[in-house]
């Protein structure tokens, strides 16, 4: 029992291990909670071994024969056996619902147990022995099968963490969590801690019955490196994130085989169309810089990253939280591979908004409406080289003023004092504003963005500090600092934050949808921000 590991490779965690606390920079979901468990819903052991060191989940599901069951295409193995609502105060003898031999296995003959996109074949059937002259179906009833509609979707997530995992030796759910895709998979995820190895081949159901302890399946656990994130046990994340193929045609080529004893190949598998993503955590750790602005004028935010190599992208969002296209505007080059620090705002007043650029050695350019012109294009000097704006550690654009444009410009100057130049125009820095003296704090300060967090039509200051704080600055205005809020106390993962933004993405039309990209290429949006709290997170990029 103390060898038993999970098909997949995912080791046990360390007894007297408790659920992460939400907090984490990446932290986006909630947790599960242990429960009695469903009749049809169970735990598979292998009769060599003790009943206790049960290694995959599975569900009873509706067949012709009334004996199939469905599990992930990893949880294959010899002398298996399904125990439906396991209980582990009784002995196998003593199960409420008996115990029921795996008779025969049932897989896509290209599935791969690794990384590569054959792994959106996890999933499996096996046919089960009759029990007392009872089929399983029978006894317990059976799930429906339904293809995923789509990668977002609401679901119920059920399984067995193995042992090590779960001291209680109980079922573990994930009750209404959202999903969403996996990158360059036809998989999706959910974002939900406690689901330890052990639920691999648990069922993903979309609609669920409690009274009648069956519903409809859309997924199950398994997919990329059998159902989870590549790092290390003792990472928050190995717990915390989910995957699930989608059950496609390939899948119900399967189940529809699978109920007649048949075993076809269905030739090599071709993924089918994946929706628009924006890249993975290998790419995104070298996204240097990202501003937010409305570059397309259609009323909502997009965003504008500069990545370490000079090449400049835009990704268009829909103004409902997704982002759904990319441009790049500019290919790798060595001139924006130097780009210094970046902000957006309206300073031409367009109602399409424009890129500002502060340069190594102290240049401050203006890219005039971004999402029509281009960068390709000389720009608007607002200042030559100097070695003023050299120390202009970073800037950002908002409404702190009376304009109807977002035309101010808050800049934290290297000895961490802070002036706020209002009405900008092209080629005009407009009027300066003191607002703050050289200050270690903010010398030292991390990441500095703004928005309109506190719902009143005014702009706030947001600064990271070092040891991962947050704090806000509100009704900050010419006339002063706002007052202080504080958002989040020092926090280890938050000092991984390495670039900060704020938009328009959401429906509620302000600009209060926070953006944190992690050192780890993670990036996550925190929509509808407040000026006490953060808002709800979406993982946008899922960390490398």
């Known amino acids: 029992m103390a060898s038993a590991t999970d098909p997949s490779g995912r080791a046990p965690q360390p007894s007297g291990w408790t659920a ?27 009769t060599d071994s003790n009943m206790r060191a049960h290694y995959c989940s599975a569900s009873v599901v509706r067949s012709e024969g009334h004996d199939l069951i469905l599990t992930a295409g990893h949880c294959l193995g010899k002398n298996a056996v399904f125990v439906p609502k396991y209980d582990h105060t009784k002995s196998a003898a003593q199960q409420p619902y008996g115990i029921w031999p795996v008779k025969e296995w049932f ?33 317990v009833g059976g799930n429906t099968l339904a293809p995923t509609p789509d990668f977002a979707n609401k679901v119920t997530v059920i399984g067995y963490p193995s042992i090590g995992h779960n001291p209680q030796d109980q079922a573990f759910r994930c009750s209404d969590v959202r999903t969403t895709v996996l990158t360059s998979y036809y998989q999706m995820q959910i974002d939900c801690g406690g689901m330890w190895g052990g639920v691999s081949g648990g069922p993903w159901f979309s609609k669920f019955d409690a009274s009648g302890n069956t519903g409809q399946i859309i997924g199950n656990v398994g997919g990329f490196n059998g159902g989870g994130p590549d790092v290390s046990p003792s990472d928050p994340l190995y717990n915390q994130i ?50 937010s602005g409305d570059f397309n004028g259609v009323g909502h935010s997009d965003l504008v990253v500069v990545w370490d190599d000079g090449e400049v992208t835009l990704y268009s969002s829909d103004g409902n939280g997704h982002f759904v296209a990319e441009r790049q505007l ?43 012109n281009g960068l390709k294009v000389p720009g608007t000097q607002m200042v030559g080289a100097n070695a003023t704006w050299k120390k202009a550690a970073q800037i950002v654009a908002g409404r702190f003023g ?49 928005g309109e967090f506190s719902g009143n039509q005014k702009w706030d200051l947001m600064l990271q500090r070092p040891d991962g704080e947050l704090d ?5 205005t010419a006339s002063g600092l706002g007052t202080k809020v504080h958002i ?34 993670g990036t996550t949006m925190y929509a509808d921000t407040g000026k006490d709290h953060l808002g709800t997170a979406q993982s946008l990029v899922p960390h490398a």
Do not use: C
């Open 20 to 46: 992460p606390r939400r907090n984490g920079l990446t932290r986006a979901g909630l947790t599960g909670q242990h429960f009695d468990g469903i009749t049809s819903v169970g735990m598979l052991f292998h």
């Open 107 to 139: 897989r896509d003959k290209q599935y791969a147990s690794d990384k590569s996109a054959n792994s959106d074949l996890d999933f499996a059937f096996a046919g089960l022995e009759s029990n007392g002259g009872r089929e399983i179906e029978d006894v």
């Open 242 to 291: 989910t995957y699930s193929p989608l059950h496609g045609d390939r899948f119900f080529q399967l189940y529809a085989d699978a109920q007649k004893g048949l075993h076809a190949d269905y030739g090599p598998y071709q993924q089918p169309p994946l929706p628009y993503t924006m890249g993975n955590g290998t790419t995104w750790k070298h996204a240097k810089l990202m501003a």
């Open 330 to 372: 500019l290919t790798p080059n060595p001139t924006w591979k130097g780009a210094a620090t970046i902000t957006a705002g309206d300073f031409t007043g367009s109602n399409s908004f424009d890129l500002m650029v502060r340069w190594p050695d102290g240049k401050v350019t203006l890219y005039g409406d971004v999402g029509s």
């Open 402 to 450: 009376t304009s109807q444009y977002v035309t101010d410009l808050a800049v934290r100057w290297s000895d961490g004092s802070l002036s706020l130049y209002t009405n900008v125009s092209a080629g005009r820095f407009g009027q300066e504003h003191k607002l703050k003296a050289p200050s270690g704090t903010w010398k030292d300060s991390t990441l500095l963005t703004n």
């Open 472 to 476: 806000n600055y509100v009704g900050t």
């Open 488 to 521: 989040k106390n020092p926090h280890g993962l938050w000092t991984h934050g390495t670039v900060m933004t704020a938009g328009n993405y959401t429906g509620n039309h302000r600009t209060d949808d926070l953006v944190v990209r992690s050192s780890d290429g």
